[in-house]
């Protein structure tokens, strides 16, 4: 017969609690600069469309 004891984890060190909120608000302030930064600047940005001549199919001398 198997049994299985489950302890309760050690609290978090207060270094460790300290390190862990400030990189989690840190990163989350990146991104919504990031994202305010893209936004500012007209993101996103689509190539303007192809409006020059088009290949015909057959005649490769053509120069365009």
Do not use: I, K, Q
């Amino acid at each position: 017969m198997v049994h299985h004891v489950s302890t309760t984890p050690a609290p978090a060190d207060t270094v460790a609690r300290v390190v862990g909120n400030t990189s989690t608000v840190l990163l989350a302030l990146l991104a919504v600069t990031s994202l305010a930064l893209r936004l500012t600047v007209g993101w996103p940005r689509f190539p303007e469309p192809y409006l020059g001549r088009r290949r015909a199919g057959g005649d490769r001398d053509t120069p365009w």
